[in-house]
């Protein structure tokens, strides 16, 4: 079953005050952008994926290079327990947000890429519309035929970001159990200080 945002009271808000004649512009805007983001997660969800393989990722930081972390994870554990994982490989404190986000082709210029589909960490609230939490949507949920590659961001404020490239999905090993993932398999470079003395 594919992954669905929690709306809450989103609709009867909304139209309220539109209906109130109050920011309609804006509202109808964020209505459309949040019909896109719906749209743009629909398409890149799979329900073909299975849920009781290992999926293996490299999560490689990008404000310093080469610092790079190999994960294995099982396809029903979510991407809140991927977040988990990589923080606790770079010796982090997990004490902000994150965001998960599918990097899309700049129109104008094909080699940029911009990140205006994400899903957040449970609690985040900064978006005119609902989004999907990291703790709602599974491993196995993504396509990654369409999506091999994804953006992952912690802390916005220093922002950490990683590029998590899909590697493989393989069976489940009867010698691992499950409480052994999601699991570190390979790392290189030393993690920058979470926060360095000035």
Same mark, same amino acid.
């Given at each position: ?22 920011? @309609?512009?804006?509202? /109808? ?9 719906? /749209? ?6 799979? +329900?073909?994926?299975? #849920?009781? #393989? ?8 990008? *404000? ?6 190999? $994960?294995?994870? *099982?396809? =029903? +554990? ?7 994982? $990589? ?5 982090? @404190? !997990?004490? =902000?947000? =994150? ?35 990291? !703790?709602? $949507? ?11 590659? *994804? ?8 922002? =950490?970001?990683?590029? $998590? ?18 699991? *570190?398999?390979?790392?290189?470079? @030393? ?5 360095? /003395?000035?």
């Amino acid at each position: 079953m594919k992954p669905i945002i929690q709306e809450g009271d989103f609709w009867e808000v909304i139209n309220q005050a539109i209906l109130e004649k109050r920011h @309609v512009a804006y509202l /109808r805007r964020a209505i459309k952008d949040y019909e896109d983001y719906k /749209r743009e997660f629909n398409n890149n969800f799979s +329900q073909a994926n299975p #849920a009781d #393989a290992i999926y293996t990722f490299r999560a490689d930081y990008l *404000l310093k290079k080469p610092v790079w972390r190999e $994960i294995e994870i *099982l396809g =029903h +554990q979510t991407f809140e327990d991927f977040a988990d994982i $990589i923080i606790d490989s770079m010796g982090w @404190v !997990n004490d =902000h947000m =994150h965001g998960f986000s599918f990097p899309q082709k700049d129109a104008h210029n094909r080699r940029m890429y911009t990140l205006d589909y994400t899903f957040y960490a449970p609690g985040w609230e900064d978006d005119p519309h609902p989004t999907f939490k990291s !703790n709602q $949507i599974r491993i196995c949920d993504i396509d990654y035929g369409k999506q091999p590659r *994804l953006r992952f961001m912690f802390d916005f404020g220093d922002g =950490h970001e990683f590029d $998590i490239d899909f590697k493989s999905i393989r069976k489940t090993n009867e010698k691992k159990k499950i409480r052994d993932f999601p699991c *570190l398999t390979d790392e290189r470079g @030393v993690a920058p200080e979470q926060y360095p /003395r000035l």
